[in-house]
């Protein structure tokens, strides 16, 4: 079963409440460089190409539309200014702000749209959904330079989830990122079409202010400039650090990423901790008893809104079943002994939810969702002792590549495969010739031909983003990605995490056989910390109780600290003791590549 391809209500809910957009949506950096061009996607008018599912295609046009819309009394999105929304409140004497985008860019370029047709008034207060880049990321566009007084919203532990996703495991994130979102392989019916959950992702400006509140418990309520706010804390869901809150005055919720026009993510390609479907479920059905009869209208921070109780009701139905779905039948299957690759090979999902626009896998997806709860619940090992110790992929090539006589015959046998339809097997196949020999171009050409039709055929934007970015670095090479999302939020980490960040970049193996310690004393806050290494690990300790015996003292602020970090200057600080240990220690520091291969060894 499938949804009914004559059903249009989405394309008119998206539409709904149009007041105006850009023609073009062309968005530059002040170099002109442009960062955000919906130019680039006319082609998605009539009917679906054969290089595209149609399913997938349907929902790059919805995800499309773009401009400024009324969500209802005083509540506008900006949509297709980036791959999120940008919610904008009407106060008593300003705007809140909600979730401004990944770019500082294209948030100005929203918040001007919105003020061309609204008027210019002042942000007077900022709400951060959740702990995702493309919900906090263009704030430097919206804001003032000094933003003192304006408050900002975010749910606790919103901070340090932010920096656990963009700074300690963010270049291997923005990497996969890039394969994920289709980056390099260029828009159109033969490339990137969408990303599901948005059309695409911006490449400017990244940044981050820190939350000045924390929303901490369900229940709680604030009034910014005026508007009344409940909150519904939601942890553990999409991300770590994620709330829903209703407008009551205005009778309108916000479901933040919890609800989107698609099934999302429990495990995202790009790499995350894995999300917990059983709360997500609970928390759904939360907020269908706390706040459905208060509703007319709910909106989230991608696609469009939802209109009616009934309707409402519905799709926060279908969604909450749609988890817990998932999640109990991984389960069941699970305790009868099924591995998570047969889970998803053999996994059916009710009619009603299958024929749901809504629910459809788009950005995450019944399979991959699957493996991640096994993930969650029994981790990366299937139980079957052969694979305790695998091998690594390019050994584990050359053995396939041994046995059946040479790298030239698994590409042969690889061809056939694939001319029998079996692309998954061939993809297999070629993937061991590719490893096996990096340089046999008939290796590469051939697998780039599969992941090709592989991406051609898929109705997930990411896999199709991920197939066809393999196709496109086989034939071309590495790209690296466009944007670094851990660089332009350092001045709002703390102490803690800057350190964090530079321990975890220590060449443990080079470290071992040196030793030092560091007293550092930072004036503007009055911290003292110890860094010690020891054993090839940094570690550190803030306000120490013992007396510090240092092999060097350094007396800095934090922002020539970060100066340090970011571009290697010593402006503002002063040191005594022996001084060889700064370049020892940034000696010892690894930098992150950015361009890793991900399908060649």
């Known amino acids: 079963m499938s949804p009914d391809p004559g059903d249009r209500t989405d394309f008119d809910d998206a539409t709904r409440g149009f007041i105006a957009t850009l023609d073009p949506v062309r968005i530059t950096d002040p170099s002109g460089r442009v960062v955000f061009d919906l130019t680039r996607y006319s082609f998605l008018t009539g009917e679906a190409p054969d290089t595209v599912d149609p399913s997938l295609w349907r929902q790059a046009q919805l995800c499309l539309t773009n401009g400024l819309f009324e969500v209802a009394n005083g509540i506008y999105q900006v949509r297709g200014f980036d791959i999120a929304n940008m919610t904008i409140v009407e106060g008593d004497t300003g705007i809140i702000v909600i979730d401004p985008l990944v770019s500082a860019e294209c948030a100005a370029a929203a918040m001007d749209l919105y003020r061309t047709h609204r008027g210019a008034r002042a942000v007077t207060g900022v709400i951060y959904t959740h702990c ?310 008939e290796a590469k050409l051939a697998l780039a031909e599969v992941f090709e039709q592989l991406g051609f055929g898929c109705e997930n934007a990411t896999w199709r983003g991920f197939y066809l970015s393999g196709a496109h670095e086989l034939r071309h090479g590495i790209t690296p990605p466009p944007i670094n999302t851990s660089g332009g939020i350092a001045t709002a980490l703390s102490l803690e995490q800057l350190f964090d960040a530079i321990a975890i970049r220590i060449d443990g193996p080079r470290a071992a056989t040196d030793a030092f310690v560091i007293r550092w004393t930072f004036t503007d806050s009055g911290t003292i910390v110890r860094s010690a290494l020891s054993n090839g690990v940094l570690f550190q300790t803030y306000n120490p109780r013992t007396p510090i015996v240092a092999d060097l003292a350094v007396e800095l602020t934090k922002p020539s600290f970060i100066g340090l970090l970011t571009t290697g200057s010593a402006e503002g600080i002063t040191t005594s003791g022996d001084a060889t240990v700064l370049t020892r220690l940034v000696g010892l520091l690894e930098t992150p590549d950015t361009a890793f291969p991900i399908v060649t060894p």
């Open 132 to 441: 995702h880049v493309d919900h906090f990321g263009g704030v430097h566009g919206i804001l003032p330079d000094d933003p003192t007084g304006i408050p900002i919203l975010a749910p606790e532990g919103f901070l340090d989830h932010a920096v656990s996703e963009n700074v300690y495991a963010g270049p291997a994130m923005n990497r996969r990122a890039s394969y994920m979102y289709g980056n390099v392989v260029g828009a159109g019916p033969r490339g990137q079409v969408s990303t599901g959950l948005g059309i695409a992702v911006s490449e400017g400006s990244v940044g981050l202010v820190p939350p000045t509140l924390d929303i901490t418990r369900t229940g709680q309520e604030e009034v910014l400039d005026g508007v009344r706010i409940a909150f519904q804390v939601t942890p553990g869901t999409e991300a770590p650090a994620e709330m829903n809150f209703l407008f009551p005055d205005r009778r309108a919720l916000c479901l933040a990423e919890n609800a989107t026009h698609n099934l999302h993510n429990l495990l995202t390609l790009r790499g995350a901790q894995v999300r917990d479907p059983r709360l997500w479920a609970r928390y759904l059905d939360d907020a269908i008893e706390m706040f459905s009869a208060d509703t007319d209208v709910v909106f989230a921070s991608h696609h469009w809104p939802t209109w009616g109780h009934d309707r409402i009701v519905r799709y926060l139905t279908q969604q909450r079943d749609m988890y817990a779905y998932l999640h109990d039948q991984t389960l069941r299957m699970l305790n009868s002994g099924a591995t998570g690759i047969e889970i998803a090979e053999n996994f059916v999902l009710p009619t009603e939810l299958d024929d749901a626009w809504h629910v459809r896998g788009y950005y995450g997806s019944v399979s991959h969702n699957v493996k991640a709860i096994y993930q969650r619940y029994l981790g990366w090992f299937d139980g079957h002792p052969a694979s305790l110790w695998q091998h690594p992929p390019a050994a584990a090539a050359a053995r396939y590549a041994e046995l059946v006589g040479g790298v030239d015959n698994l590409v042969t046998s690889a061809r056939d495969f694939a001319a029998r339809g079996d692309l998954r097997f061939a993809a297999e196949l070629l993937r061991h010739a590719v490893f096996a020999d990096a340089g046999h171009d």
